[in-house]
């Protein structure tokens, strides 16, 4: 029990970051799945397409939690040898 209560501290406290279009857009997520940063190349904004930015922004987050849930996964698997325990890597879970 302590040892997951220290896992998920150090989860929380972890940084992943997904980007899109070849860089060109990037979004930060901690361990608690929160967006803790957005980075967009000055470029796309001087396009003014917007349907496009909407698009870029979205496959960024969708990567930072993808990356977030596997950090997760893989450091509870740690913990748990890696048998696969309902609920361990339930994204949200450490908020």
Do not use: Y
Not at 7 to 35: F, H, P, R
Not at 42 to 66: F, Q
């Amino acid at each position: 029990q302590g040892d997951m209560k220290k896992i998920q501290k150090e989860i929380a406290k972890e940084k992943v970051t997904g980007s899109s279009g070849g860089g060109m857009v990037e979004v930060t997520i901690n361990g608690k799945l929160e967006v803790v940063d957005i980075k967009i190349e000055k470029k796309l904004m001087e396009e003014k397409d917007k349907e496009m930015l909407e698009d870029l922004v979205l496959a960024a987050v969708n990567k930072a939690l993808l990356k977030a849930q596997q950090l997760t996964k893989e450091r509870m698997g740690r913990l748990t040898g890696g048998l696969n325990i309902p609920g361990i890597d339930i994204p949200g879970m450490l908020g």
